[in-house]
């Protein structure tokens, strides 16, 4: 069903990411397998509209939650939308299929001072290289906002210790410029020189490495924040993504405007920065029953 010059369309034409990439073929493979087995579909030009819903009405008995059920048509959508916009088929199957909106869920946050704490005790006396790393591990997600991705692919090259800024290639291949402060600046200093120590001049160019000198990988990062997050409290399960929701909100909640916010996230529209402000009123919402003198509280508090 070309799926191979599609996924190479997404990689080389869109540019996607690697991961995503490999969603979409995972997603339309297993739409592949669905139509053959199911209606003898070889070729995209016999899936009919039909066919497709009759897919995810499969999917949903099967017990699979919306938001996959919804992310597996994006992918078959994207694909006859691109065979269509080739010439290859007239008409596209898949036009205007709806599917059940997944709950609206707000995204995890942590508390300041849980994750100030946790920061500050982190490399405290220490003088191993794997407290360091974990410590700019947890540290730069939450002071710069980084994707675990970018966390992954940042380069030595993209730091300037001296003014204070790195350069991340984001989603897309766009690039921005986050600052950072002076007390991330030290550490990172001192991290350069253990890191040198630790594996030479030969190591990969990759800034954060494993224990070992390799470049980190998605799951050794996710592991990692879910060790050290799950160890201050009520956190336990928090994801790596946390902290970047953490980073937004915490912004937010000091006065940050919200187009800087999605410019530090690296967003493409304010649409995806504003589900934080959802957090942000929830704050305000408790520092108003707190300390306005009209707010309704309980007798004796």
Known sequence: MQLL??????????????????????????????QESIYANRQAAQVKRIHIRAWLVSLHESGLAATSIRRKLAAVKAFFRWRQERGYQEKNPAI?????????RLPKVLPEKDLKRLIDRMVEGSERYSDWRDYLLIALMYETGLRRSELIHLRKSNLNILHRTLRVVGKGGKERVLPFGQSLAEKLEGYLKMRADEFGSNAPNQLLLTDKGRPMYPKFVYNKVVAYLGGIGHHKGASPHALRHSFATHLLEHGADLNAVKALLGHASLAATQVYTHQRIDHLRAVYKQAHPAAERKRGS
């Open 5 to 34: 010059s599609f996924l190479h369309h997404l990689q080389h034409e869109r540019r996607l990411s690697a991961h995503t990439v490999v969603a979409y073929r995972k997603d339309l493979e297993q739409f592949v397998d669905y």
């Open 96 to 104: 205007r299929i709806p599917t059940a909106k997944p709950p609206k």
